[in-house]
T-cell receptor, first 113, second 114 residues
Framework: DGGITQSPKYLFRKEGQNVTLSCEQNLNHDAMYWYRQDPGQGLRLIYYSQIVNDFQKGDIAEGYSVSREKKESFPLTVTSAQKNPTAFYLC????????????FGQGTRLTVV | AQSVTQLDSHVSVSEGTPVLLRCNYSSSYSPSLFWYVQHPNKGLQLLLKYTSAATLVKGINGFEAEFKKSETSFHLTKPSAHMSDAAEYFCVVTSTGTASKLTFGTGTRLQVTL
């Protein structure tokens, strides 16, 4: 089946640790995105990538890092510099950067313990 | 620049009655508009999209929306609500002039009661 796979579904992190969230798509899409979702705040853009080996900061990039070494993969690392990382993280992809719709993964819920 | 305003953070309807979720947008270019639905702890699923073709757009599960340029609106409607429609709904705008960014509204939580 074509789609976007995020893993793990739930992730627990101790304070001071870096963690990496996985996002893989087999839709052959060029553009990929990471969003953070907090209650009552909608979705906020962390990073996005329009092509392989290129990515741009979104609105809340501080404390996060990404890579785009392969077209199908766009992992997100939540670093210890992110002060409030507990949230629901959503990965998305689009066929291009024009006016097409985005397809979303099922999300990863990160909790700092 | 572009923005989206969902006018209601919470809407409650009785099962079998009409649903109206309101969305206003702002865009410097010709916009594409989308409605997504999100069930708890799930990803977002596309309900319908407007990309400059017909202004009345039909989507999945009986939902539809009408693009009104003069009112800068893209309200989502459904003639008869079902219990399974209870979820969070997001209105989203993008355009060719935004370097591929999607702009999301803050969401409307739809509650359906018996």
């Amino acid at each position: 089946d074509g789609g976007i796979t995020q893993s793990p579904k739930y992730l627990f992190r101790k304070e001071g640790q870096n963690v990496t969230l996985s996002c893989e798509q087999n839709l052959n899409h060029d553009a990929m995105y990471w969003y953070r979702q907090d209650p009552g705040q909608g979705l906020r853009l962390i990073y996005y990538s329009q092509i392989v080996n290129d990515f741009q900061k979104g609105d809340i990039a501080e404390g996060y890092s990404v890579s785009r070494e392969k077209k199908e993969s766009f992992p997100l690392t939540v670093t210890s510099a992110q002060k409030n990382p507990t949230a629901f993280y959503l990965c998305a992809s689009r066929a291009d950067s024009g006016r097409t719709e985005a397809f979303f993964g099922q999300g990863t819920r990160l909790t700092v313990v | 620049a572009q923005s989206v305003t969902q006018l209601d953070s919470h809407v409650s309807v009785s099962e079998g009655t009409p649903v109206l979720l309101r969305c206003n947008y702002s865009s410097s270019y010709s916009p594409s508009l989308f409605w997504y639905v999100q069930h708890p702890n799930k990803g977002l699923q596309l309900l319908l999209k407007y990309t400059s073709a017909a202004t009345l757009v039909k989507g999945i599960n009986g939902f539809e929306a009408e693009f009104k340029k003069s009112e800068t609106s893209f309200h989502l409607t459904k003639p008869s609500a079902h219990m399974s429609d209870a979820a969070e709904y997001f209105c989203v705008v993008t355009s060719t002039g935004t370097a591929s960014k999607l702009t999301f509204g803050t969401g409307t939580r739809l509650q359906v009661t018996l």
